[in-house]
């Protein structure tokens, strides 16, 4: 009999789930860096092969583009009740929030375009209406829209590269907030 991993688990052994392999391999990017996930890695966190998981979710890039959905999943829902200038905020918070929780999915977003999903199309959209809006002009709210999310895109990659204090210490969430309200202010 072979020590071997199995590739299916039998009915009285571990079923694999998509959704299970995906919150492991999430745990591993948040915990270890990209580079430390792996097929073999997580196929001996479940007990089986490889192959086993790479039926699962495809391939490694699959398995990324899922957790970018994952990290973003409801990102542009915001309350219907605010007015434009409040609505970016709370879009760019929901944003800069999960940069936070998840800096190296974030990473990988940002040097990978092809990870950006719908529902990050529907946040730079909402964010550009509602600029245009607050704005009362298309030319100006577009340039504002622009302002806005390149601020909020370097903070992010400021705040997801940052892996140990410097002399300028760490940048946190309040940080982003002071820059985006003083941008809020100015229109």
């Given amino acids: 009999m072979s020590k071997n991993p199995i590739g299916r688990p039998t009915n009285d052994k571990l079923i694999l789930s998509k959704d299970e392999i995906l919150k492991e391999a999430l745990k591993i990017i948040d915990n270890q860096g990209e580079k430390e996930l ?6 001996k966190v479940f007990g089986v092969t490889a192959m086993a998981l790479k039926n699962h979710v495809g391939t490694r890039h699959d398995i990324i583009k899922n957790l970018v959905e994952i990290v973003y999943k409801d990102v542009s829902v915001i309350s219907e009740t605010v007015n434009s200038k409040e609505a970016i905020k709370q879009l760019l918070v929901n944003y800069c929030e999960r940069v936070f929780k998840h800096p190296n999915v974030t990473r990988l977003l940002l040097a990978d375009h092809s990870l950006f999903n719908q529902e990050l199309f529907d946040l730079i959209n909402s964010i550009r209406a509602h600029s245009i809006t607050l704005l009362n002009d298309e030319k100006e709210g577009g340039v504002f829209a622009d ?19 410097t002399d300028l ?6 940080d982003f907030y ?3 309200n003083w941008l809020l202010q100015r229109v």
Avoid: E, H, M, P
Avoid at 150 to 159: E, K, Q, R
């Fill in 178 to 180: 002071k820059g985006l």
């Fill in 38 to 43: 792996s097929f073999r890695k997580l196929a």
């Fill in 169 to 174: 210490g760490v940048l946190t969430i309040k």
């Fill in 147 to 165: 302002i806005i999310s390149d601020y909020t895109n370097g903070f992010a990659l400021a705040a997801a590269s940052q892996n140990k204090k």
